[in-house]
């Protein structure tokens, strides 16, 4: 986990939760995107073991996916890996993970970091609606969403990032039919999943 060297004024951390089954290019061009447009110090890609709106058997081992995030945020200092959910009761709870986090690390300031269609979602969360009232939220505008649905709330700032159509599922798929996932994925994430075997038939 990063030290806490940074001067106070500088210590935005945007989270991005999510099962990353697996990570791919889609997250780590949004998370630098967001870094550079709300003016984050960092962001820490917090591995969930279980998501509660997901079942546990999509989901590779825990471990597989950690590393994989791990091999793929290598080299930007600014992105980091966060294990704190593998230490708390499952299923994950960001606001439980999110009172952790503000007790180890008192100096800094913490956003959320979703999607448009996850924001949806958002007030179904384990109090959600706190977490909306006491958290940034930092938004990537997705094609697929409806716009028009979203209600504008003080805490809530949107972003056109540039995103692609890449997702884990096609990723997991192609996997499975035996085809390439070259250039959707970073390559060590690519080599890592052939070695293991991760979603393959």
């Known amino acids: 986990m990063p030290h ?15 099962s990353f089954n697996p990570i791919h290019i889609g997250h780590l061009i949004v998370a630098e995107f967001l ?8 962001v820490w890609f917090v591995v969930s073991p279980q998501n509660p709106f997901k079942k546990p058997a999509q989901l590779a081992d825990v471990r597989h996916r950690l590393r994989m995030v791990q091999l793929a945020v290598a080299g930007n200092r600014r992105f980091h890996v966060s294990d704190i959910e ?4 499952t299923p994950s709870y960001s606001v439980r993970t999110l ?11 913490f956003a959320l970091l979703m999607g448009s269609d996850t924001l949806h979602s958002l007030p179904r969360w384990k109090n ?20 028009q649905e979203m209600m504008p709330l003080p805490n ?8 692609l159509p890449v997702s884990a599922s096609g990723i997991r798929s192609r996997l499975r039919r035996g ?23």
């Open 4 to 18: 806490e060297d940074l001067p106070i004024a500088c210590q935005m951390t945007g989270l991005f939760f999510g």
């Open 35 to 42: 870094c550079d447009e709300a003016g984050l110090s960092a």
């Open 86 to 89: 593998l230490h708390l009761p």
């Open 99 to 109: 009172q952790v986090l503000k007790e180890r690390y008192p100096r800094r300031s």
């Open 128 to 147: 959600g609606k706190e977490l909306m009232r006491n958290y940034p939220v930092l938004v990537y505008r997705r094609s697929s969403s409806k716009q």
């Open 156 to 163: 809530i700032r949107f972003f056109d990032a540039p995103t």
């Open 179 to 201: 085809q390439s996932v070259r250039y959707l994925v970073p390559e060590a994430v690519r080599r890592y999943m052939l070695r293991h075997k991760l979603y393959s038939p």
